[in-house]
């Protein structure tokens, strides 16, 4: 990775504030970044450094870089809570070989809710202190840009399934137990979208997810990679998929057919195993729950398991994303086989999609998703998006039932940009 010339230390001043209304709505027009749940978390604008970066060394090189830069910061925090002082928010390619890249974006403002605490950090790079701050609302009639379109990205519908098709004939064969085969769809629309109405949506829908936005990445994720706060791991494994009706009768009963369905408990089991043998080396103790609890979205119903574990070796949340990815969540099982075939049949550059998403503070605290229900803005043009979803594929998969499984997870995102 390669950080931005800086100088001059970089310096950060924390204090504590009143209430400033919801963070989302301080977002000014223009470029955000935002990690937000249950209305709590991390909202930051402006650009004080950027780290970007790729390939297989793209972990470390943030971690290094990161490192280097705290080595030097002057560093005023009053209020010392995980997410105080200096933060960079990050985004990190699914896989080393995409030309997306990775980025660390250190934001020069950032406004951070936990409890009955809010606060607020100033961040320079140039050596001066930073400026002075005031908090606005940036209230606004949340509208859906006209003319939105939906059509298929890399491949057509019929193409997918039948790559789903040829990995459950490899499965089959003995080659891989389970992989993660994602597609994409392109949304267009006649007018330019702002992302804060989407991120407004997604949080409003489904509080229950983080909601991020980094560098032109915005989702809401219902997966937590890991978090680390004072030496407390937490990771939270969902694989095992079914869609709801939306009819609470109907669903209790889904919900009950898919904690008991051995499809879904077995690519569940091998997620949970993938990141209770990664957290390993890290941790002293580690506990995986004897069975998963369906969680409740909107959209669809997950099975879920929360591993905790204690760190033991002084990794930083940014070394624990790294450890975990990618997760069979994600990837499949052998992790380095699933992968290899994902290279094969799944016909697309994921990019950032399914990759850790999230932030680090100075202590090495973090957060850390997996960048699922998520879209990605084009560069070039801030009226095309790409839209993501994937399906972990077993033995027993249906074609027809895993495309399904993926609009069902299109939904949120799709949602966000047509209502």
């Known amino acids: 990775m390669t950080t931005a010339p800086a100088l001059a230390p970089l310096i950060a001043r924390t204090v504590a504030i009143s209430d400033p ?43 290094r870089a990161w490192a280097d830069v705290m080595a030097r910061a002057v560093v005023r925090d009053e209020v010392r809570m995980p997410g105080t002082g200096p933060v960079a928010f990050g985004s990190f390619a699914f896989s080393p070989t995409s030309p997306a890249g990775s980025v660390l974006v250190v934001p020069e403002v950032v406004v951070g809710h936990r409890g009955d605490t809010w606060w607020l950090t100033t961040i320079s790079a140039d050596g001066a202190l930073p400026a002075p701050v005031t908090l606005a609302q940036h209230e606004r009639d949340l509208r859906a840009p006209e003319g939105t379109r939906f059509t298929d990205g890399a491949r057509p519908r019929e193409d997918w399934k039948a790559a789903v098709g040829e990995a459950i004939a490899r499965i089959e064969a003995g080659e891989v137990e389970k992989v993660v085969l994602a597609r994409d769809v392109l949304a267009r629309t006649t007018d330019d979208v702002d992302p804060r109405d989407m991120l407004a949506r997604l949080a409003d ?29 937490t990771s939270r494994v969902l694989a095992g998929t079914i869609r709801r009706t939306r009819n609470d009768e109907q669903d209790l009963a889904l919900a009950a057919s898919l904690a008991r369905s051995s499809k879904d408990l077995e690519e569940h089991e091998y997620a949970v195993r993938s990141v209770a043998e990664a957290l390993a080396p890290h941790c002293a103790t580690t506990n995986v729950p004897d069975s998963p609890f369906v969680l409740h979205l909107p959209n669809v119903m997950h099975l879920a398991t929360d591993v905790t574990a204690v760190l033991a070796d002084g990794a930083s949340s940014l070394d624990l994303a790294a450890a975990l990815h990618p997760s069979a969540a994600v990837c499949g099982t052998p992790t380095s086989a699933a992968a290899k075939l994902i290279e094969a049949v799944e016909g697309m550059d994921r990019a950032r999609y399914a990759g850790p998403v999230g932030w680090v503070d100075g202590t090495g605290d973090g957060e850390w998703g997996i960048a699922l229900r998520s879209a990605q803005f084009d560069p070039e043009n801030p009226r095309q998006l790409r839209l993501f979803a994937g399906c972990g594929i077993v033995a027993g998969s249906d074609p027809e039932a895993e495309l399904a499984e993926s609009e069902a997870k299109l939904l949120p995102v799709k949602g966000a940009l047509s209502r």
Do not use: I, Q
């Open 21 to 63: 209304g919801p963070l989302l709505t301080l977002l000014p027009p223009g470029p955000g970044l935002a990690w937000v749940r249950h209305g709590e978390g991390l909202v930051g604008w402006g650009e004080a450094m950027r780290v970007n970066g790729g390939g297989e060394s793209r972990f470390d090189s943030a971690t």
């Open 205 to 233: 829908g489904y509080p229950n997810c983080w909601t991020f936005s980094v560098d032109g990445l915005l989702g809401a994720t219902p997966e937590m990679l890991v978090k680390l706060e004072r030496g407390l791991v």
